[in-house]
């Protein structure tokens, strides 16, 4: 067993390995880490990278994928990507899922009966307050779309991120998914955090690597300590939260991340529940 395996086993590093597809998104959300929006350039991963990444993740011993953006699915070669690299490791795929009411929705076939979920955000149980943060009809959208996911028998998670839910608003919110047809167990709650086009807004937790999990991220613009690294504001990538520039091969990373961890001091731990 080589030493991210070992790692993996025992707990110190995370199984699994998230990629950005791109930045580009057809949202512009209040709080959204990345400052994405349909003007923003693509800056794309690219098909045959995910899939080398995926085979290199299952060969040195990571459990699971994620894939996250930007909006990935505006990258039409996405679902067959997602495909072959579910035959390496199982994938979750973050979406805001408003391109499936369209005729988007078919193409989503190269994945039925594979590994891949989706994790589509949802925010509040009513229209207005949810759009407020998303943008027009995302509320409309997310809830046409996720019954139409389950019926083809995709797997759908619903991550609701906010500062903060009254508990009756989250009592709705939960009746809400749950006759989407989410179960609990696929329902996450998580804060906002003060990155991105947050900060403008003056929005979320200050989260310090410290607070985040050692999770190995690949992007075009080199390897992070977390999904929550290679954020952008005023246009410019965040490099807090860089390990190296170098992703290839993917070992060379996630060794660097594995001595970062190791030399974490004692009670060094994640303090927030960010995920």
Request: aromatic share 4%; with cysteine; glycine share 8%.
């Amino acid at each position: 067993m080589n030493a991210i395996a070992t790692a993996i086993v025992e707990g110190t590093l995370p199984g699994r390995v998230w990629l950005y597809a791109n930045y580009n998104c057809n949202l512009t959300c209040t709080y959204c880490l990345t400052e994405s929006g349909p003007r923003v350039a693509r800056r794309e991963l690219g098909r045959g990278r995910m899939v080398e990444v995926a085979r290199e993740a299952a060969a040195n011993g990571f459990t699971d994928l994620g894939v996250t953006g930007g909006e990935p699915f505006l990258l039409t070669w996405l679902p067959d990507a997602l495909a072959e690299m579910s035959e390496h490791l199982p994938v979750l795929v973050l979406t805001n899922g408003t391109l499936f009411p369209t005729k988007r929705l078919p193409q989503l076939d190269p994945i039925l009966g594979r590994p891949v979920a989706l994790q589509i955000s949802l925010d509040r149980p009513d229209p207005d307050d949810n759009d407020e943060m998303r943008g027009p009809e995302n509320f409309r959208k997310v809830v046409e779309s996720v019954p139409r996911l389950v019926d083809k028998g995709i797997q759908v998670r619903i991550a609701t991120t906010v500062e903060s839910i009254e508990d009756a608003d989250l009592d709705r919110l939960c009746a809400l998914h749950r006759d989407l047809g989410v179960p609990d167990d696929d329902h996450i709650i998580r804060p906002i955090v003060r990155r991105g086009r947050a900060v403008d807004h003056d929005l979320g937790v200050t989260a310090k690597q410290v607070d985040l999990p050692a999770e190995l991220t690949i992007t075009v613009d080199g390897a992070f300590w977390s999904p929550f690294g290679p954020t952008v504001h005023d246009g410019a990538l965040d490099t807090d939260l860089l390990i190296t520039r170098t992703t290839r091969p993917l070992d060379v990373p996630a060794k660097a991340l594995v001595r970062l961890i190791e030399n974490r001091p004692v009670g060094d731990d994640v303090a927030l529940n960010i995920r």
